[in-house]
């Protein structure tokens, strides 16, 4: 069974720092897709970053990267010059591929941002 | 604008009573989720539909009840055999097949106390 782990239930960092939320999953799989969402106080859950594990290069998105590494089946979140806004919970997400509609979360890092 | 449309967003319930979330959909996906969030904790699938007239339970089904009559409405009914059905309640929806780009998107939640 797929699962997916994050082990840093909380995390701080100070304004303007950069920050890394850790992920590791278990697949047999070759093919499938990653995804980091935010989940501010709001508690609407906003997509970050996607990467697709043909994909060798990591996926970024302005403050956001990824290090994916798929050997050991690790999807890391950096998040740089943090801002007051980017603090919410985390969370790493797992779908096995296109045709395969089960997604499966990790329990989220909450993320504080200090000013 | 395409989006993901929850309500209510606050319900409050009598113990012994059946209430229904309503989740509506304008984004031509295939497939909806319901999901359950804990205070602090991550997100469990309840129950989730490919098509229309179609859907499988997920790993908290119990005391849940859904169905799938249009492709654009997923509603999930909390019977009163669900035991501790206080919580906060999200819908998500995602693309089937090839033009998929992965992820799940999301509506604003519900959120639902037992009194």
């Known amino acids: 069974a797929q699962t997916v782990t994050q082990s840093q239930p909380e995390m701080s960092v100070q304004e303007a720092e950069t920050v890394t939320l850790s992920c590791t999953y278990d697949?047999?799989?070759?093919?499938?897709?990653l995804f980091w969402y935010k989940q501010p106080p709001s508690r609407q859950m906003i997509l970050v970053i996607r990467?697709?594990?043909?994909?060798?290069q990591n996926a970024t998105e302005n403050r956001f990267s990824v290090n994916f590494q798929k050997a050991a089946k690790s999807f890391s979140l950096k998040i740089s010059d943090s801002q007051l806004g980017d603090a919410a919970m985390y969370f790493c997400a797992y779908r096995r591929g296109y045709n395969f509609n089960k997604f499966y979360f990790g329990s989220g890092t909450k993320l504080n941002v200090k000013p | 604008d395409g989006g993901i449309t929850q309500s209510p967003k606050y319900l409050f319930r009598k113990e012994g009573q059946n209430v229904t979330l309503s989740c509506e959909q304008n984004?031509?996906?295939?497939?909806m989720y319901w999901y359950r969030q804990d205070p602090g904790q991550g997100l469990r699938l309840i129950y989730y539909s490919q098509i229309v007239n179609d859907f499988q339970k997920g790993d908290i089904a119990e005391g849940y009840s859904v169905s799938r009559e249009k492709k654009e409405s997923f509603p999930l009914t909390v019977t009163s055999a669900q035991k501790n059905p206080t919580a906060f309640y999200l819908c998500?929806?995602?693309?089937?097949?090839?033009?998929?780009?992965?992820?799940?998107?999301f509506g604003e939640g519900s959120r639902l106390t037992v009194l």
């Open positions: 697949t047999s799989e070759s093919d499938y897709y």
């Open positions: 990467q697709e594990a043909y994909k060798q």
């Open positions: 984004l031509n996906h295939d497939a």
């Open positions: 998500a929806s995602s693309i089937v097949g090839q033009a998929s780009t992965g992820e799940l998107f």
